[in-house]
């Protein structure tokens, strides 16, 4: 019956994407369906036993100098800082989009999350205080951390900067804005400011990550290109001799 077809929906998505293998285990005669809910209740359970330590903590950057791309989010969640890695969240869309547009070749998890720096991808926050949302921030916090990403970004010199959310970027500017590249450069460098939708399934307007990978790829398309630019060789004018 209805259970018999959600263990095989179950089954399908498991065995053909990277992000489901092992982590829902049946047993004996019980089916994936079944055993489920009472994983996320006791995941509920544990998150919610630890949220005093969570709720202080926050997430380390993975950054260096000259990255091809940074990652801007608004700040981390519960999920994410109770596990100690960006993107944690099981419904976010960030890993499965990063593999499917070609922005890195290997079937990163969330937990593989310092490996990013391999493909000169580099991960922040505008705000590094974890909370529930981002509307429990208070302007001062938003602000402030505005003021810090610009001095990062002003140190770290990457070649684009990509905000992962609409609003983030809304914040950040204070005023409203487009999806995709933006006309103007991220405020006192040259690198080029590129605005998705956030990868949370949270985002209404992009709810399934098919939705999100056109805007991963555009990135990687924007990436390709400035990567060709800057390996260009230099044209360069030989003076005849004078006699």
């Not at 950057?61 to 791309?69: A, M, N, Q, R, S």
């Not at 529930?132 to 990457?158: F, I, Q």
Request: charged share 25%; with cysteine; hydrophobic share 30%.
């Amino acid at each position: 019956g209805a259970r018999l077809v959600t263990s095989l929906l179950l089954s399908t998505t498991m065995s053909t994407s990277p992000y489901f293998k092992g982590e829902i285990v049946s047993k004996g005669s019980g089916n994936a369906a079944s055993s489920r809910p009472r994983k996320r209740r006791r995941e509920s359970r544990e998150t919610s036993a630890s949220q005093s330590e969570t709720f202080e903590g926050g997430l380390p950057d993975y950054v260096k100098p000259g990255l091809d791309i940074l990652f801007v989010g608004i700040n981390p969640g519960v999920t994410s800082t109770s596990l100690g890695h960006h993107y944690a969240k099981a419904s976010n869309h960030f890993w499965p989009c990063l593999y499917e547009s070609g922005l890195v070749s290997d079937k990163l998890l969330y937990k593989d999350d310092f490996r990013c720096l391999d493909y000169g991808i580099g991960l922040t926050n505008m705000v590094a205080r974890t909370t529930r949302g981002s509307s429990d921030l208070s302007k001062r916090e938003m602000k402030a951390g505005s003021e810090e990403l610009k001095r990062k970004v002003l140190s770290l010199e990457p070649k684009i900067v990509c905000f992962n959310g609409k609003g983030i970027y809304e914040v950040f500017t204070g005023k409203k804005c487009s999806l995709g590249q933006q006309v103007d450069p991220f405020p006192g460098t040259e690198a080029v400011v590129y605005v998705m939708p956030s990868s949370s399934a949270r985002a209404a307007s992009f709810p399934r990550a098919s939705d999100k990978l056109p805007f991963f790829k555009e990135l990687k398309e924007l990436k390709d290109k400035m990567d060709k630019e800057h390996a260009a060789p230099e044209t360069t004018t030989t003076l005849a001799p004078t006699v």
